[in-house]
T-cell receptor
Framework: SQELEQSPQSLIVQEGKNLTINCTSS?????LYWYKQKYGEGLIFLMM?????EEKSHEKITAKLDEKKQQSSLHITASQPSHAGIYLC????????????FGKGTKLTVNP | KAGVTQTPRYLIKTRGQQVTLSCSPI?????VSWYQQTPGQGLQFLFE???????NKGNFPGRFSGRQFSNSRSEMNVSTLELGDSALYLC??????????????FGNGTRLTVT
């Protein structure tokens, strides 16, 4: 079965610093989804990547899917306290289903 | 457009009881999925419904069941509650044509505590 490993598990940065979160898959990724979650709340969809080498940006957040489609990175530039939360990567199981498997998440704290 | 609505937000139940959680998807979305989130296991897929039919099921015991109504609203039921069922239960909706075409949109969840 597909497994996703996220690193680091937690991250504390000073406001204004850049940071990167990684998501590594045990299998080829057919679709990779990044979500953000505030503690105890629902997941907010950030970006979806499908093609090897693809890169997408939303405000100060950039996500990439490597050429071999087994790893994705999420990069935040000039972090702000509003970026704090738990970042989760999710992978499509395949076969056109609606099912996603998720990594355990990366908890980001941004200190002002 | 209103988002995914889950009710109630919080529930406290006793072991052995049963519970029903409700989810109203985004208007026009025909697929509703349910996930369980715990600190230890993370997000785990429970099941997915499309047009009142269960299309996918995760690896959970039969105590966990669900259904979907003709208006796409969905309910999830857990019978004979165990302490380990304490979790955040998240509902997600999508068009149902595959997550590549329509990403999952999540509700704020129902926090279930079993004592």
């Amino acid at each position: 079965s597909q497994e996703l490993e996220q690193s680091p598990q937690s991250l504390i940065v000073q406001e204004g610093k850049n940071l990167t979160i990684n998501c590594t898959s045990s299998k080829t990724l057919y679709g990779l989804y990044w979500y953000k979650q505030k503690y105890g709340e629902g997941l907010i969809f950030l970006m979806m990547l499908q093609k090897g080498g693809e890169e997408k940006s939303h405000e100060k957040i950039t996500a990439k899917l490597d050429e071999k489609k087994q790893q994705s990175s999420l990069h935040i530039t000039a972090s702000q306290p509003s970026h704090a939360g738990i970042y989760l990567c999710g992978a499509e199981v395949g076969g056109g289903s609606e099912k996603l498997v998720f990594g355990k998440g990366t908890k980001l704290t941004v200190n002002p | 457009k209103a988002g995914v609505t889950q009710t109630p937000r919080y529930l406290i139940k006793t072991r052995g009881q049963q519970v029903t959680l409700s989810c109203s998807p985004i208007s026009g979305h025909r697929s509703v999925s349910w996930y369980q989130q715990t600190p230890g296991q993370g997000l785990q897929f429970l099941f997915e419904y499309f047009s009142e039919t269960q299309r996918n099921k995760g690896n959970f015991p039969g105590r966990f069941s669900g259904r979907q109504f003709s208006n796409s609203r969905s309910e999830m039921n857990v019978s004979t509650l165990e302490l380990g069922d304490s979790a955040l239960y998240l509902c997600a909706s999508s068009s149902g044509t595959g997550v590549y075409n329509s990403p999952l949109h999540f509700g704020n969840g129902t926090r279930l505590t079993v004592t």
